[in-house]
């Protein structure tokens, strides 16, 4: 098997590794898509299925679609939510048809978040935050799921293509409630492809793989439809600030929303975990342990955009010339930059939310 | 408990006594509710759910609704649906705010018709059917499934209500489909009280118990939301013309459909199990053994409307004095009438079903 990408040999490798064996993934190499993006280039995005169908729809201009959904509760994202947005505009700019989908009957369903509360949480807040992440609001399709029948009425189709078992082996449990939003997801992941048949891709978190394997499945058991199993691409958990595997809000002193008052974010980096040594003079022989370093981690995934900027500071910090202080000021700095254009943008994509191009249902 | 009354003596009336106590069942008695109507009287009727709340709601004349489903598969219905529809007809005489919803989505789930295929096939069979069966066409308010969002995103939400396990000690068994359907039959069910909560009666086939407990169950489980739990009414199958205890479409030699050419319900008729005695002799000295014989629960469940008719025909059988070749005869002329009747019914109606009282959705 090939090995994961990572040019900045982050010690998280091992366990993904292991998770594209478990979920029989293909490993992403940069060289899959043409002018990668930031996470494409530094194996943060790691595997995939199927991605050679969508190079070739992106090299010889034929359609695909990309899409993802918005689960609108509260009015808060993190830092996974942002790569998706990432892989998304990425493939908006490479030609696909995309479409965001706002989860509102399975935010009523799952989180008592009523459909009308919903509705209004993703129009003030979540539509503007993903755009404010670089979608193209002219380009970019939204739905709201309790409006479209025609992913509801397709969910009870695919329901009986599944059973209790086979259902359970994909999900680890099989409650009525998660069998509802599973194969209404279903639904959702083969929209685009409703009126024509054609290859889509669907950037996703490691946690929503599920939905892509059992979508794969129903499209394999519905062989007349000749629906495009979906392509799927997987990036790495951002870490928590304090060295474990995944940011969560269960950690709130290890975790950046979107937005936070940058100044909170730049006390919480102060206190990450780095890979600076004990002393200054210890740090400058021996020079700072990367692979264990949280703050580069997060330059390396979101702050920085440029190759030859993070190469510098990757080398400076790991020969010592740069302290692990430093780079946090850096982080910081970086960060708070990030945080005001992100609000800026977000005021201002949301006073024209209403002019999105939302797909009517009779 | 209360011994099923059955003044017929009907052999199998003791099966039901067990389904009573096994479903943990009321006992119904023709006092229960106001001009009981012909299955009622007879012991047809036999088992319900919170009859009492029903009762006083047709007594103190306050608002309740009686509520039924057709599926629009075939365009056949059979006895089962005749009983259906003749007690909602009793409820809806009595002020019941009547419903039929149509389950195309379940339909073209389970059965694989397609909604458009669904929907023609309830306009220009099922809903005629149903009203030449005895319901007011300008007092019956009817509902495609796939139309109505709020049933579907109720679905959802009690879907979440309910585990795995519980779905299975109530249906035996849980595939994707099946909870699908049910938990959108318990919207269905509490749908009229979506706007105003109020008593509601389910007249239904044995069979379909599940869901009015399951719709129970969920019910309890929503007390902030304050729905009346469905009552529910259950009568007797109508038995094989062979004997066994519930005319299927399997045997198609003892089943009668409708509609059907009533000279080939004439020969089923005549081939039908009865109580008659082996010899001309024996059977005016014996008598029928009525318990035992087919064409007389035709009679009772369906084809004799008066009273005093029915038991001058029960007497006369059962002292040896009429034949079951007479009986059989009288059966045919019945069902004869009954047939044409139904089929000039089902035209008219078939006429006017673009004007019915259907809930528009937006």
Redesign the interface.
């Known amino acids: 098997m090939t090995k994961i990408i990572d040019p900045y040999g982050s010690e998280l490798v091992e366990d993904y590794t292991k998770i594209i064996k478990d979920f029989g993934l293909d490993v992403f190499t940069p060289t899959t898509f043409p002018e990668p993006n930031r996470i494409m280039r530094r194996g943060v995005v790691f595997a995939g299925r199927d991605l050679n169908i969508i190079a070739k729809c992106i090299k010889e201009k034929k359609p695909f679609y990309a899409l993802s959904g918005i689960m609108p509760t509260s009015p808060q994202i993190h830092l996974g939510n942002k790569m998706v947005v990432e892989n998304l505009a990425y493939f908006q700019k490479h030609g696909a048809i995309t479409f965001i989908l706002i989860a509102d009957?399975?935010a009523?369903?799952?989180r008592g978040v009523s459909?009308e509360e919903g509705r209004q949480s993703a129009l003030d807040f979540h539509i503007p935050a993903y755009l404010a992440l670089g979608l193209d609001p002219k380009k970019t399709i939204f739905y709201f799921q309790?409006?479209n029948?025609d992913v509801?009425?397709f969910?009870?189709?695919a329901?009986?293509k599944?059973?209790?078992n086979e259902?359970k082996a994909i999900y680890g449990?099989?409650?009525?409630?998660r069998?509802?939003?599973a194969?209404?997801q279903v639904g959702d992941i083969l929209y685009p492809q409703f009126k024509e048949r054609m290859p889509g891709i669907i950037p996703v978190g490691l946690d929503q793989d599920p939905h892509i394997r059992l979508t794969r499945d129903i499209v394999s058991r519905m062989k007349a439809k000749k629906f495009f199993a979906p392509s799927s691409l997987y990036h790495k958990y951002t870490p928590s600030l304090d060295g474990s595997i995944k940011m969560s809000k269960s950690k709130p002193e290890s975790c950046i929303n979107l937005p936070e008052d940058p100044k909170d974010v730049c006390k919480k980096i102060k206190r990450a975990l780095t890979g600076g040594r004990d002393t200054l003079e210890e740090h400058r022989k021996l020079g700072a342990v990367i692979e264990k370093d949280m703050v580069f981690e997060l330059l390396k995934q979101h702050l920085i955009e440029d190759d030859a900027e993070l190469d510098k500071i990757y080398n400076e910090y790991k020969s010592g010339k740069m302290t692990s202080g430093e780079l946090k000021q850096i982080a910081c700095e970086k960060m708070t930059a990030f945080m005001n254009d992100f609000t800026a943008k977000l005021e201002k994509h949301r006073k024209d939310v209403k002019n999105l191009n939302f797909v009517k249902f009779s």
């Open positions: 009957l399975e009523a369903a799952a459909l309790s409006e029948k509801v009425h969910a009870y189709e329901a009986k599944i059973t209790l259902f449990n099989a409650d009525p409630g069998i509802m939003s194969v209404t």
